[in-house]
RNA sequence: UCCCCAGUAGCUCAGUCGGCAGAGCAAGUGGCUGUUAACCACUGGGUCCGCGGUUCAAGUCCGUGCUGGGGAGCCA
């Protein structure tokens, strides 16, 4: 409510901008004005300009306020005292818009808003980098800070924001506790590769040949980003039950792909009382739920994906939220790829772990849907993997979809102690370090699962985007670290 | 890290056999117009990724480095 609309006045005065804290608070965001049932005597709209067109009498903008897909119209009738101004801004410039919302007489737009005032906020001058017309993918890399302000990473972006909202919903709703497991580890061991090491010594003071000396440094020991709040998660699943973790895992591997990045979300559930059947049957809700959520609630940004990004996303969304997932033993699956009569650039042969090829061919041509692939061999998978019966194979579990291949890696973890340790000497593994999760095993052991699900994965699953330095806002890789 | 491809105006890209550097969009100026990636005309805009070489002459051929992309490995 505007003073002046208190007073009964019909226009907003002239020295309007006197009013600026009123309008602050009071705008109102596009998605809402679009979705208005009736004109309106007086909005406030405040956004960016995307473009806009001049008419003999009038200044057409398209205004977009990042609060969703589409743009609204404003007309600038010429006879508003800083037309000059008005009728000069340019593609980027932020404004700020008081007027009338009132049913639109041109194509494409239901409504649209007669400005009595537009207020400049912000001009961008000429060499602002992103125009009315598409800009390719690499370009927009470049420009990471500015990229969100275009149709498709708005979207991206805000669908990326819808699906880490419904990962808390689905499990608050399930009764799973929420866990922040440590970002800072002191192992170096927990198995899944290169670690980003953490110290506050000066590298300077230590020769290359050398190993740096951590007893002098902050921990007193050897510190590292984490790679996976499993071990963590397990131990607070056989506290509160059923637990979840969801924050920025990192990985310090020289990988040069479109499905890596050094630093990424992470999605851990960690279920206590649960076999590798019931970590199969939670994978399967949870991405069922997180794909019909996305359809349901980001349907418009949605819909650019479907139309210009990827034209199967539709029928791929459809499978991923209604089909039964496929469940195969590698063996069986080795099996499969043996006598598929495919021909693979590398053999496949038991024992050794699929290439990227045989579980693209499983997914994308051979069940055309997702699969979980499980009970691999035990030698090509970590020490806390559960040994199934035939002493040969683990209860692991990789869940292979269309298009991305591995979304969730997990398994049933080995809840017997005895046979853990046995596996760690195996694996030459030193068991000192890990006395506290040993402990897990010594005190009230029970069967218990879990699974990681990349995060980014997940969006590009969702999105159709083939990058996945495109669903996260400032992409960390080798090499690159702007922004 | 390995294999392949690319790098030309602010952006997207063309450039033939080695022979004066081009288009669309963007920007600037003018015109027209309730416009819809508005339209029409004109104008300005270049380290052809860097370095070295071959040649009378290199955006174009050769070597090398850098950057980006695709694929592989590692994985989520």
């Known amino acids: 409510m505007f003073p002046y609309q208190i007073n009964g006045f019909g226009t907003p005065p002239i020295n309007y901008h006197l009013w600026r804290g009123y309008a602050m608070q009071d705008r109102i965001k596009i998605d809402k004005l679009l979705a208005s049932e009736k004109p309106i005597d007086c909005v406030v709209a405040k956004g960016w300009v995307r473009t806009r067109r001049d008419s003999k009498d009038f200044s057409f903008m398209e205004l977009n306020d990042g609060s969703c897909l589409k743009n609204i119209q404003i007309v600038a009738d010429?006879?508003?005292?800083?037309?000059?101004?008005?009728?000069?801004?340019?593609?980027?410039?932020?404004?700020?818009?008081?007027?009338?919302?009132?049913?639109s007489p041109g194509k494409g737009q239901k409504w649209e808003i007669h400005a009595d005032v537009v207020e400049i906020v912000g001009i961008a001058p000429e060499d602002y980098p992103l125009q009315k017309k598409r800009h390719s993918d690499e370009f927009l890399r470049t420009i990471a800070h500015l990229r969100a302000r275009t149709?498709?990473?708005?979207?991206?972006?805000?669908?990326?924001?819808?699906?880490?909202?419904?990962?808390?919903?689905?499990?608050?709703?399930?009764?799973?506790?929420?866990?922040?497991?440590?970002?800072?580890?002191?192992?170096?061991?927990?198995?899944?590769?290169?670690?980003?090491?953490?110290?506050?010594?000066?590298?300077?003071?230590?020769?290359?040949?050398?190993?740096?000396?951590?007893?002098?440094?902050?921990?007193?020991?050897?510190?590292?980003?984490?790679?996976?709040?499993?071990?963590?998660?397990?131990?607070?699943?056989?506290?509160?039950?059923?637990?979840?973790?969801?924050?920025?895992?990192?990985r310090a591997e020289n990988s040069n792909t479109s499905r890596h990045v050094a630093e990424f979300w992470m999605l851990e559930p960690e279920m206590a009382f649960?076999?590798?059947?019931?970590?199969?049957?939670?994978?399967?809700?949870?991405?069922?739920?997180?794909?019909?959520?996305?359809?349901?609630v980001c349907t418009e940004d949605l819909d650019l994906f479907a139309n210009f990004v990827d034209k199967g996303l539709k029928p791929l969304l459809n499978s991923l939220a209604e089909d039964k997932y496929e469940r195969i033993n590698y063996n069986d699956a080795v099996d499969l790829l043996q006598?598929?009569?495919?021909?693979?650039?590398?053999?496949?042969?038991?024992?050794?772990?699929?290439?990227?090829?045989?579980?693209?061919?499983?997914?994308?041509?051979?069940?055309?849907?997702?699969?979980?692939?499980?009970?691999?061999?035990?030698?090509?998978?970590?020490?806390?993997?559960?040994?199934?019966?035939?002493?040969?194979?683990?209860?692991?579990?990789d869940l292979l979809v269309p298009r991305i291949g591995e979304i969730i890696g997990g398994s049933q973890r080995e809840e017997r102690l005895n046979v853990l340790e046995e596996r760690m000497g195996q694996m030459n593994l030193a068991g000192e370090p890990y006395w506290w999760y040993m402990d897990s095993r010594k005190f009230g052991s029970v069967p218990?699962?879990?699974?990681?699900?990349g995060f980014e994965r997940l969006l590009m699953l969702i999105t159709g985007i083939t990058n996945i330095r495109d669903v996260i806002p400032f992409p960390r890789t080798p090499g690159s670290i702007e922004f």
Request: charged share 25%; glycine share 8%.
């Open 78 to 103: 010429s006879k508003l005292e800083n037309y000059s101004e008005i009728s000069s801004l340019t593609t980027g410039s932020a404004i700020s818009v008081t007027g009338k919302l009132v049913p």
């Open 339 to 397: 006598k598929s009569g495919k021909k693979f650039e590398y053999k496949v042969e038991k024992g050794i772990d699929l290439q990227s090829e045989h579980e693209r061919f499983l997914a994308e041509e051979y069940f055309k849907k997702p699969l979980f692939l499980i009970n691999y061999p035990k030698t090509i998978k970590p020490f806390y993997m559960r040994v199934n019966d035939d002493g040969e194979t683990v209860a692991a579990m």
């Open 274 to 296: 649960c076999d590798l059947e019931g970590n199969m049957d939670h994978g399967e809700e949870l991405l069922k739920y997180l794909v019909r959520h996305a359809m349901d």
């Open 151 to 250: 149709n498709k990473y708005g979207a991206a972006f805000r669908i990326r924001s819808e699906m880490a909202w419904a990962v808390h919903n689905f499990y608050r709703e399930k009764g799973f506790r929420y866990l922040h497991t440590p970002i800072i580890t002191g192992s170096d061991c927990e198995g899944a590769g290169e670690m980003f090491k953490v110290t506050t010594l000066d590298p300077a003071n230590f020769n290359k040949n050398e190993k740096m000396d951590c007893s002098s440094d902050f921990f007193g020991q050897e510190a590292n980003l984490t790679v996976s709040g499993q071990l963590s998660a397990e131990m607070f699943a056989l506290a509160l039950g059923d637990v979840y973790t969801f924050g920025p895992t990192f």
């Open 448 to 453: 218990h699962s879990g699974f990681g699900m």
